[in-house]
Nanobody, 122 residues
């Protein structure tokens, strides 16, 4: 499985971006996909996840502002990010979820794609 994240960029606070994670190879062999982010000097943060069975997870810091969705025909998962804040600045990566428990656990993720930089200016 190969994942490619895209859609990052520079945006002012309050703005929006939509990230895409396109999968190729043995596509969607897992149970779902998730988005993570890491800012300089900080630990990786679990942002959002979607299970093919229908479950959706959001981290507390993004609830009400971010929306995860999928287009199975395009083998792509999206992360719509609204009301962006400077603290959302990070490299955003996607990965495949092989977990079966709920809520999803970061340790169950594999096949990390290259990240995309999101920078939110104040």
């Amino acid at each position: 499985v190969q994942l490619q994240a895209s859609g990052g960029g520079l945006v002012q606070a309050g703005g929006s971006l939509r990230l895409s994670c396109a999968a190729s190879g043995r596509t969607f062999s897992g149970n779902g996909m998730g988005w993570f982010r890491q800012a300089p000097g900080k630990e990786r943060e679990f942002v959002s996840a979607i299970r093919w069975s229908g479950g959706i997870y959001y981290g507390d810091s993004v609830k009400g502002r971010f929306t995860i969705s999928r287009d199975s025909a395009k083998n792509t998962v999206y992360l719509q990010m609204n009301s962006l804040k400077p603290e959302d600045t990070a490299v955003y990566c996607c990965a495949v979820d092989y977990g079966t428990t709920w809520p999803p656990r970061p340790k169950d993720y594999s096949y990390w794609g290259q990240g995309t930089q999101v920078t939110v200016s104040s």
